[in-house]
């Protein structure tokens, strides 16, 4: 007798028992999960990788971690002491990127000397940040365990019972080939939860914190997907110069670009908390949950609540089909657009409005530091922002925009106070030897956080620059 053999069930590992148990608690799963996976990363990194010489070029390369990842590490009970083993050979790589790039005979002749656009070139990061792709691949493990099991009669319950998957990484999931019954259960749940509305409890911070979670994302759970904004040097409508008001109230301390920054997301996020609501479904997961710190609650409802009907009609679109259409033979098997639509057609169309406003600043204030009379000479008026505080991502923005002779110059310039972090940098782990721990403590005890933020920018701010691509 000829037996027909039936589809094998997906083996029940580790991986699913840690969905099925998240899947009991508030939040999306795959956020949970994946942020655990990354602390784990930093932690395991801190106390056995930080000295591994297979990782050294990789580090060099891709100039230590992303921002998000730089300051999480920092913030560690090791940080300091790993960021400054970590930060003491990337700025050392920085330097020789800067000051050793002696171009050939043939290319002295016909260029005149390397280019700020190839010199800001040989600042870019060359590899990804390494816990970006830990994140990166978290995802990608349990999306896929959740797909494999959804279609078995009790993990599918479970997960119709809980609030399902968080917006940004519905959208991943339905991005993937998956048949049209699990398709109807991802949809379904997240139309159910989002349709439940913002729920008991509307008054206070706690109430807002799920739904925020379930329509952007767990902060630093998702990988960084954004377009590199530098296309917009070439975009002079872009621009916004800054003013003279702007210019006077930049510090005598750290990056101006990074300052103009932060408070251009400031004034932003205002305007949006002042009645730009329509804007919130585009708003990136990082300047959302900034608006829920805002001390006045009214205003994370209505942007929370403003984002939860955008993104009903959103999901309502994706599943027009859903209970009301007889599937196609292509939809049935899982194939064809009506089973798997791209996921890049189900991102947001705008970029966020913060990110965007940012940018444009940032391009402005470039444009106008490489004309500047300072930049030309290489001095500091006393008005003036000082060029050698630039950060790594936002000199790489002003080279381009700058004449050959000048971007060499201002590389030099801002090379020289990386040569004495550096040197503070080896200062610091020097002391925390045993035998000088008892020596007293100067300047480099602020040594790894000034690291960091000269490489990726202050905490909380995104810098110019986008994500890690593969150089040309």
């Excluded at 400054?84 to 016909?110: C, F, K, N, T």
């Excluded at 791209?342 to 913060?354: A, N, S, T």
Aim: with cysteine; net charge neutral.
């Amino acid at each position: 007798m000829t037996a027909i053999s039936r589809p094998k069930r997906p083996t029940r590992h580790t991986i699913f028992y840690q969905l099925r148990e998240t899947l009991d608690s508030p939040g999306c799963p795959v956020c949970r999960l994946s942020l655990a996976s990354v602390s784990g990363y930093l932690e395991s990194f801190a106390y056995e990788s930080v000295n591994d010489l297979a990782l050294r070029d990789h580090l060099r390369a891709s100039l230590g971690f992303c921002s998000h990842h730089a300051w999480q590490l920092l913030r560690r009970p090791s940080g300091p002491f790993t960021v400054a083993i970590l930060y003491a050979d990337v700025l050392s790589h920085l330097v020789g990127q800067m000051i050793d790039h002696s171009p050939s005979l043939v290319e002295r002749l016909r260029r005149g000397g390397i280019s700020g656009d190839r010199l800001a070139g040989r600042l870019l990061p060359g590899a990804p940040c390494l816990a970006c792709q830990a994140l990166q691949e978290s995802e990608d493990r349990y999306l896929s365990t959740l797909l494999a099991h959804l279609s078995e009669a009790d993990f599918s319950a479970a997960y119709r019972h809980s609030g399902g998957l968080c917006l940004p990484h519905l959208t991943r999931a339905l991005g993937r080939t998956v048949s049209l019954g699990d398709r109807a259960s991802l949809l379904e749940t997240a139309l159910s939860y989002l349709r439940a509305g913002l729920g008991e409890g509307e008054g206070s911070d706690q109430a807002l914190a799920s739904p925020a979670e379930m329509l952007f994302g767990a902060v630093g759970a998702l990988p960084d997907r954004r377009a590199t904004p530098s296309s917009l040097i070439g975009d002079e409508e872009g621009w916004v110069e800054p003013d003279a008001g702007e210019l006077a109230l930049t510090p005598d301390d750290g990056c101006p670009i990074c300052h103009l920054m932060l408070r251009t997301a400031a004034a932003e996020l205002v305007r949006l908390e002042a009645g730009a609501a329509e804007e919130a479904a585009t708003l990136c997961c990082h300047h959302a949950w900034q608006i829920l710190d805002s001390p006045r609650p009214e205003t994370g409802r209505k942007v929370m609540e403003q984002a939860r009907l955008s993104a009903i009609i959103r999901v309502t679109e994706w599943a027009p089909d859903i209970g009301t259409k007889q599937p196609s033979i292509l939809a049935m098997v899982g194939l064809g657009p009506e089973a798997a639509p791209k996921g890049d057609r189900m991102l947001r169309e705008r970029g966020c409005p913060v990110d965007t406003q940012m940018n444009r600043v940032a391009v402005g204030y470039a444009q106008f530091l490489a004309g500047s009379a300072e930049l030309a000479s290489l001095r500091v008026g006393p008005s003036r922002p000082e060029p050698s505080r630039l950060c790594i991502p936002h000199l790489r923005l002003v080279l381009p925009c700058s004449e050959p002779s000048k971007a060499r110059a201002l590389a030099r310039l801002v090379a020289a106070p990386l040569e004495e972090l550096t040197s503070d940098l080896r200062e610091y782990v020097r002391k925390h030897d045993y035998r000088f721990h008892g020596e007293p403590r100067g300047r480099e005890s602020s040594s790894p956080q000034r690291a960091v933020e000269l490489v990726v920018g202050p905490e909380g701010l995104r810098a110019v620059g986008g994500p890690w691509r593969p150089r040309n």
